[in-house]
């Protein structure tokens, strides 16, 4: 299973002093270096954190995979044309927002997303719309034929220790979308503590996980947060 580490809360804590530190580049070589299979990295329209300067130096930097999450915007697409990431995330954005909340609305915006999808392939980018796991979502999300989905889990992280449906919603939107012939991703909310479930669901083969992570290397350094992470993910994934 590969484990993108998303640094967008690196760039949070310098924008909170607008500085030049600490440095997304240098978490990102620690966090590849610690195990990491990719990077993430949300360019916001309001730029609250990750700075375009940063993609741009990510761009070179990585030695993994870059994952550039963006919103259907034509600025933002512009730039993830002109860096052409290894993959482009397309998700929702609002600006009041304190994180991505909700999936990708891809029944009423669908010929805005196919035409972005259209450019973004043209380019060779590979493809992913981040969507809530249930059918109707991930229905009108295949028939836009992006490479991948990464299903929102967000829900199952805000109820896991209380209900298992969340959980059983993720797994039939693996099997849904495996079927329709998509790459399964997921994300949003993932912990040390909740992470083990979704690692275990075969059919997902991507996770991207930044808050958690971010909040932990604060406290034990990057290389040893990302560690501890691959190895849950690793371990749950091997049915232990
Ligand atoms: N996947 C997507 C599409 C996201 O927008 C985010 C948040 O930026 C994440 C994964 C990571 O979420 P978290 O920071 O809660 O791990």
């Known amino acids: 299973m590969r484990f993108y580490v998303n640094i967008d809360h690196v760039a949070t804590v310098r924008q909170a002093r607008r500085t030049d530190e600490p440095d997304p580049v240098r978490a990102a070589e620690l966090a590849e270096s610690a195990g990491a299979d990719g990077i993430t990295v949300h360019l916001r329209e309001d730029r609250r954190h990750i700075q375009d300067r940063d993609v741009e130096l990510l761009r070179r930097a990585v030695r993994t995979v870059l994952n550039l999450e963006l919103a259907v915007a034509d600025e933002i697409v512009a730039i993830a044309l002109r860096l052409s990431p290894h993959q482009a995330t397309l998700v929702p954005e609002r600006r009041e927002e304190v994180t991505t909340e909700g999936g990708l609305d891809c029944v009423r915006g669908k010929e805005r997303v196919a035409a972005v999808l259209a450019r973004l392939k043209e380019a060779g980018i590979r493809t992913s719309l981040f969507v809530t796991p249930d059918s109707e979502s991930l229905a009108a999300a295949a028939l836009l034929g992006p490479d991948a989905v990464e299903l929102h889990t967000g829900?199952?992280?805000?109820?896991?220790?209380?209900?298992?449906?969340?959980?059983?919603?993720?797994?039939?939107?693996?099997?849904?979308?495996?079927?329709?012939?998509?790459?399964?991703?997921?994300?949003?909310?993932?912990?040390?503590?909740?992470?083990?479930?979704?690692?275990?669901?075969?059919?997902?083969?991507?996770?991207?996980?930044?808050?958690?992570?971010?909040?932990?290397?604060?406290?034990?350094?990057?290389?040893?947060?990302?560690?501890?992470?691959?190895?849950?993910?690793?371990?749950?994934?091997a049915g232990a």
């Open 155 to 237: 829900r199952y992280a805000r109820e896991w220790r209380e209900r298992r449906d969340a959980l059983a919603e993720l797994e039939a939107g693996g099997r849904a979308a495996r079927a329709a012939g998509l790459a399964v991703h997921a994300g949003h909310g993932l912990t040390y503590e909740n992470v083990d479930a979704v690692a275990a669901i075969p059919e997902i083969e991507e996770l991207n996980i930044g808050h958690s992570v971010v909040s932990r290397a604060v406290l034990v350094g990057m290389e040893r947060a990302v560690r501890e992470m691959r190895e849950r993910i690793d371990r749950a994934r």
